[in-house]
């Protein structure tokens, strides 16, 4: 089964800081893979996917994600991040046609 | 792009009583639907899978005489919290899924906060 593991359960930034939110997946199939972000009270919205092709995908926010086939890894990346980019966030597998959320990443920017 | 209405976004029932959710894709047939749970502070629990025009199926553990899912159409599913008790207060979320499958995701609603009391 495929599983995804997210490393950091709460990520604090100050605002216009780098931040990479990290997700490592177990497959040894071929992965779609997703990140979704969450706020308060909120489903889910597709920030980026990764189902073929460029390893790098990005969204219209800022935030990119590399797929790495070596190191099993979907880690999210923004180089500036915003106050409104607060929310939590999962990293996402696809198996047996369904999504398989991480346990989420909890990032707080503060000013 | 994709939509899906979900609704109530809040309810409070007093326990035995049964709540309904709906989801609905506005702007596409959703094949299926998927209905998750979330605890504060917690990962998504996938609940059950819906096709369309079929039975659901349940994800180890659930209980299914306890949450009754309908996919009567390919733009609805409902989600039936039976005889509810204030162990079943959550988040429920769900999603839907178009033909095209994975080339467009899978769209959320925006969840339902169940408080019974």
């Known amino acids: 089964a495929q599983s995804v593991t997210q490393l950091d359960s709460q990520v604090p930034v100050f605002e216009e800081a780098p931040v990479e939110l990290r997700c490592n997946y177990s497959?040894?199939?071929?992965?779609?893979l997703f990140w979704y972000v969450q706020y308060p009270n909120q489903g889910l919205q597709l920030l980026l996917k990764y189902l073929s092709g460029s390893t790098l995908v990005e969204s219209i926010n800022g935030f990119e994600a590399e797929f790495n086939k070596s190191q099993t890894s979907f880690h999210l990346r923004k180089p500036s991040v915003h106050i409104s980019d607060t929310a939590e966030y999962f990293c996402?597998?696809?198996?047996?046609?369904?999504?398989?959320f991480g346990q989420g990443t909890e990032l707080s920017v503060k000013p | 792009g994709a939509v899906v209405s979900q609704h109530p976004s809040w309810v409070i029932c007093k326990s035995g009583t049964s709540v309904k959710i709906e989801c609905r894709s506005l702007?596409?047939?959703?094949?299926?639907m998927f209905w998750y749970r979330q605890f504060p502070k917690q990962s998504l629990m996938l609940m059950a899978t819906s096709n369309e025009g079929s039975k659901a199926t349940y994800e180890q553990g659930v209980e299914k005489d306890k949450f009754l899912i309908n996919h009567a159409s390919l733009t609805l599913s409902t989600l039936t919290v039976t005889s509810a008790h204030p162990e079943d207060s959550s988040f429920y979320i769900c999603?839907?899924?178009?033909?095209?499958?994975?080339?467009?995701?899978?769209?959320f609603g925006s969840g339902t906060r169940l408080t019974v009391v």
């Open positions: 497959s040894s199939v071929s992965v779609y």
């Open positions: 996402a597998v696809l198996q047996g046609g369904k999504l398989i």
């Open positions: 999603s839907a899924r178009s033909r095209q499958g994975v080339i467009y995701g899978y769209t």
């Open positions: 702007d596409f047939q959703a094949t299926t």
